[in-house]
Every structure is written in C-alpha cells, then in structure tokens.
C-alpha cells in the first residue's frame, strides 16, 4: 500500500526566506503528485500537479519537483510571505480512483 | 468561475439526527468524491462517483450514504451522526478516474459538528 511521508510536520521561518518542504512516497508507481495548501478550516486548494512523466512544475514562487525513481518530492517556496502560512499536503495518484495523502507540513512565516 | 461549492460551511446537528451535506460543481467533470478530514490527520476518502457508478470504500461506515442525481450534484447522508463523526467533510471532482489533466479540485468543505 502507497505510503506518503512529509518531513517536517511543521515549520517557522521568518519573513523572505526561501524554504523547501518534503514529500515521500514508497511506491514509485504514480499517474502524477499534487501539492496542495490548506488554510486553518479550510478546504484544500491545488497550488501545482506534476504528472508521472514530469521533473518539475512552476507557479510564480513555488516549484514543485518530481524524483519518481527515488519516491520523493519537494516543494520549494522563494521569499517567503506571512499570507504563505497554512498547511501543505502532498497527494499523489496511484491506480485509479486512489489518491494517497501526507499528514501535511505547518507552515509558519514569522513577520 | 469554474468551482466546486459545498453548503454549508458549518453544520451543527444533533447527536443520532440525519444531516445532509451537499456539494456541486460547474466543471462538468465525470467523477465526484467525498473525504472526511479529522483534526491534523490526512483526508480520508469514504466514496467517490464516476457518472453514476458508485463506489464505497471498504472501511466507510454504513452510517454514510451518498446521492449522485445528476453531474452537477452530488449529496453526503450522515444517517445517525456519533460524536466520532465530527470531521470536516471535503468535496472534490476530478475529469476521470486518473485526474490525469487537472488533477483533484476541492471544494471549501463542510465542518461538521455533532453536540
């Protein structure tokens, strides 16, 4: 069964900091990985999807890469915001209809 | 804006007393699902539909029933809601079954509270 990791559970950083967060995963076998953010009782917005064959996915300050082979990826965020603090989810699709989760990164940018 | 909408944001409702959520979409996309998210743990996935194929997952209590009746659509019945059943329910559609294209789209969710 698909496992996804997310290190670290949470995060503080201070305003402008560039960060990666890290996301797992033991089966190498996946259609594609979305990475999505989640505001405090909120739902889940999708901020980049990388398919299978992809290395990397790019919107404004996020790039988000792919090492299939090795089960990993990462999310990386430039300049960091205070509007940047939520919680980060990595997803990744494995067979049909399965969407595997991590447990999420808490991020805290410190003004 | 193509969305998906979920109503209500909050839900209060009594313990053992039936409650409905509901979810639509203008996406026009074939396949809907619905997560249940506890507090700090990953979203659950309890049952999806692809058209009107429904599909349970195998540890999704009796207790959840969902309706599809049509594409824009689609409904969580919570039967006899326990207090364990207090969750954040999320909604979410994909084109087909691999969301090869744009992968998932969620909704805002659903708290759900039970007193």
């Known amino acids: 069964k698909q496992e996804v990791t997310q290190i670290p559970a949470a995060l503080s950083v201070p305003e402008g900091e560039n960060l990666v967060l890290n996301c797992s995963f033991t089966d190498s076998a996946i259609y594609n990985l979305q990475w999505f953010r989640q505001d405090p009782g909120k739902g889940l917005t999708s901020l980049l999807l990388i398919q299978s064959s992809q290395r990397e996915q790019t919107s404004g300050r996020l790039n988000a890469s792919l090492d299939k082979s090795s089960g990993r990826s990462t999310l990386y965020i430039a300049a960091s915001q205070p509007g940047d603090s939520a919680t980060y989810l990595c997803?990744?699709?494995?067979?049909?209809?399965?969407?595997?989760f991590g447990t999420g990164t808490r991020l805290t940018v410190i003004p | 804006d193509a969305m998906v909408i979920q109503n209500p944001r909050y839900q209060v409702t009594q313990f053992g007393k039936p409650v409905t959520l509901s979810c639509s979409q203008t996406?026009?996309?074939?396949?809907m699902y619905w997560y249940q998210q506890k507090s700090s743990q990953a979203p659950k996935l309890l049952f999806h539909y692809y058209d009107k194929d429904f599909n349970n997952e195998a540890d999704t209590p009796d207790n959840f029933q969902s309706r599809r009746p049509n594409t824009s659509f689609c409904f969580l019945d919570i039967r006899s809601p326990g207090l364990g059943d207090a969750a954040m329910y999320l909604c979410?559609?994909?084109?087909?079954?691999?969301?090869?294209?744009?992968?998932?789209?969620f909704g805002s969710g659903t708290r759900l509270t039970v007193v």
């Open positions: 996406l026009n996309h074939n396949v």
């Open positions: 979410a559609t994909s084109r087909d079954l691999r969301a090869a294209e744009r992968g998932y789209t």
């Open positions: 997803a990744v699709m494995a067979g049909a209809n399965n969407l595997f």
